[in-house]
């Protein structure tokens, strides 16, 4: 499973699973297809890092990035990521990366998933050049 299959397969979920709270988790569209399209992109407000899920739900606001388990991941990516966690958790919001339906339910339920950004900071302090979650 790839990263976009898993991110629809939670979103699917949600919505069967909470339908009462429709339209309180959506996507960003934070990749380009060429230059001129990340140009437009920014142009209309995209920001690098900005996480894969928003949620907002009984006054939560939760950036959720998604990753697939065992995959390499850029660690100058996950940095900026981070750094867009670090700033919604400034603002008073949440920010985890899950690599399962599982750990997105544990965010759910306000259960403390696996990656909370102390442990991917930890992560980052290793020196590699990447990451696997």
């Known amino acids: 499973m790839n990263e976009k299959q898993l991110q629809a ?3 699917m ?5 909470m339908p009462e709270y429709r339209g309180t988790l ?3 569209r934070n990749t380009t297809f060429s230059q001129r399209d990340g140009q ?3 142009a209309m407000g995209m920001v690098a890092g900005v ?3 928003i949620l907002f739900l009984d006054g939560r606001f939760v950036g959720i990035e998604i990753k697939v388990k065992g995959k390499p991941h850029a660690a100058k990516h996950i940095q900026q990521q981070l750094r867009w966690g670090d700033a919604i958790i400034h603002e008073g919001g949440e920010w985890y990366i899950v690599t399962s339906k599982e ?3 544990m965010v759910i339920n306000k259960d403390q998933p696996p990656y909370t950004p102390e442990a991917v900071k930890q992560l980052l302090n290793n020196g590699r050049s990447t990451i696997k979650f």
């Open 26 to 28: 959506w996507s960003t």
């Open 40 to 42: 437009s992109q920014k």
């Open 9 to 11: 397969s939670i979103v």
């Open 103 to 105: 750990e997105f339910w």
């Open 13 to 17: 979920d949600y919505s069967q699973n």
């Open 51 to 53: 996480s894969d899920l």
